[in-house]
């Protein structure tokens, strides 16, 4: 006997950790939650995780980027030119940092768009996240020296323009560097 929609989304929260919110959205319709757990399945294989690791993330995507964009295509799940597998491989490269989130979302568009892999759309368009602490220093380090006066602001209290730096640096790497690693280099330079 298949499971139930109420055992379903009482597991999803207990074993998966989502919330009850998520937990009833994914199982309202039951190709959703079909889908879902494909999703879960591939994205804990390809990640070398636990489903309940991966859970969280593939249940934020597919409810709001994957849905999203499907609806602005006028398409539903069983219509989505992304398959489970494949959202899978997009999650991966999120999940180990070789493109962030922003650009995930660039790299979800051109799937829906030409049915093409993540990571061979991620090497096309050149869209690799850079963790090349070189690079980005030398991004900072400019950025800084082209704004002294908000560097002389900062270091005087106004600490809230630290989301400017970042803002800047972001945009001179074309959001291509890694965030984390953004930050603890600012805070280096800013200190």
Do not use: C, H
């Amino acid at each position: 006997m298949p499971e139930l929609p109420d055992a379903k989304r009482a597991r999803y929260e207990a074993e998966l950790g989502l919330s009850p919110y998520n937990a009833a959205t994914l199982t309202a319709d039951a190709e959703t939650a079909r889908w879902f757990e494909l999703l879960v399945a591939a994205s804990a294989a390809r990640q070398g995780k636990a489903q309940g690791d991966v859970a969280k993330a593939a249940a934020n995507w597919l409810l709001s980027e994957l849905f999203g964009a499907l609806n602005k295509l006028g398409k539903g799940l069983e219509g989505s030119p992304v398959a489970p597998e494949a959202g899978a491989e997009l999650l991966a490269l999120v999940g180990d940092g070789t493109i962030s989130g922003s650009i995930a979302k660039q790299v979800l568009e051109k799937m829906l768009e030409t049915g093409g892999g993540a990571a061979e759309i991620v090497e096309r368009e050149g869209l690799k996240q850079t963790s090349d602490t070189g690079a980005i220093e030398a991004v900072i380090a400019k950025i800084l020296a082209d704004n002294t006066d908000k560097v002389e602001q900062y270091r005087a209290g106004k600490e809230a323009l630290f989301g400017f730096f970042v803002g800047q640096s972001m945009k001179a790497m074309q959001g291509k560097a890694n965030p984390q690693v953004v930050n603890e280099l600012l805070k280096k330079a800013l200190g």
